[in-house]
Each structure stands twice: as C-alpha cells, then as structure tokens.
C-alpha cells in the first residue's frame, strides 16, 4: 500500500512534465543508458520458517529503442538485484537475514503508444543468476519473468531523459528449499538517459 501511494505521488509530481514528443522521429531507434530502484520481494508457497519481506535494490543497464510509428521494439540488458529479505521468529522477536539475489537480465519488450510521450510495454525477461548456490542466493541458475509497465519521456532540459516503471512477475521456482516454492517479484523505477543519433547536417 504504502509503493502503491509513493509511485502515485511520484506520477503526479512528475506530469506536467511529460513530452508531447516520443522521439526526433516516428520512424527510427537509438540506444539508452538507465539506472534506477527495485522493490523486490519472494512469494512463497509451501512450509518455511521464512517470512517474505520487501527490499529496496539498484538496478543498471543499457537498452536499445526502435519506433515504427506507433510500436516500439525495446531489448535491454540489465544489471539487476532480486530476492529480498527473511524474517524468521526466535524466542524472545524475530531474525532478519538478506537474501540477495544477483541476476543478468535480458527484457524483450514491445510497446505500443496510445498517445505521445505514454508507451505502454510487455514482454519476457530472461534472467542469468550470478550467486546461484551460494548461502543466501537463488536456488536456480535461470529465471523466466513476465514484464508489464509504462515508458514516459520528459520534454523541454529533460527531453533526453525517460522514466520507467514496470513489474517483473517471475515464473521459475528459485527455493533452495524442497518444502517450497520461491519467485521472484519485482517493481522497478527506472530513469534513462537517451542516447539520440546526431542528425546530418544538410
């Protein structure tokens, strides 16, 4: 409830600010460099002493963006941290342990624009884990995730930055435990830097 507050508070803020333009054309791609937050938590199933908690995580990469008119193709590779944190009861309150899970990540997005500035997009996100057997690490090496979300570009000093926020639902089962079943969760906010090609000079 509370994200769900703060990402609203943080739309509005930032509104009047949103370009009328999605790009310098309607026809072509560039490349981008982006860097924000995640909110990652597991969901559980099954018998665990672990109780799921958020945590708040960077992520960082670079992506590449073709518009044909209306849609959009979006591949981007990133530096990303899933998992979160456990809380387990003890005689006498509760432990916290960090469970930190390291991943490459490779989004496939397409995106469509109802309106310019708005691009809605969805895809899958393949995903390498860096930490796989390690103590507080995935139990899967792999990890396959849906990914639904919104790209806003700001216009005027801004006009090369954009804003993502989008959710990772994941699929694979990452548990080192044979009593349950974990999966990654994952909202992030991200802001790009576009890197637009420089136009010719006539």
């Known amino acids: 409830m509370y994200t769900s507050r703060l990402l609203f508070f943080f739309f509005l803020m930032t509104s009047p600010l949103l370009i009328r333009a999605q790009s310098d054309k309607p026809i072509g791609g560039h490349f981008g460099v982006k860097l924000g937050a995640s909110f990652t938590q ?3 199933s099954g018998t665990t002493v672990n109780i799921p908690k ?4 960077p992520n960082l990469g670079v992506m590449y963006r073709y518009r044909y008119n209306r849609l959009v193709l979006q591949p981007e590779v990133l530096l990303a941290v899933k998992g979160g944190t456990f809380q387990q009861e003890q005689v006498g309150g509760r432990s916290t342990s960090s469970h930190s899970y390291y991943y490459v990540s490779a989004p496939i997005l397409l995106g469509y ?4 500035g708005l691009t809605i997009q969805a895809g899958p996100e393949f995903s390498y ?3 796989s057997g390690s ?3 995935p139990g899967a090496q792999n990890d396959l995730g849906a990914v639904l979300g919104v790209h806003y570009d700001f216009l005027d000093m801004l006009s090369k930055f954009s804003l993502h926020i989008r959710y990772v639902y994941g699929f694979t089962n990452v548990s080192n435990e044979a009593t349950a079943s974990y999966y990654n969760r994952n909202l992030q906010v991200s802001l790009v830097y576009n890197i637009f090609p420089k136009k010719k000079k006539k």
Do not use: D
């Open 54 to 57: 958020r945590a708040l995580e």
């Open 113 to 116: 624009i109802p309106t310019e």
């Open 42 to 44: 597991v969901s559980i």
């Open 129 to 131: 884990a860096l930490n």
């Open 135 to 137: 103590t507080n690490g």
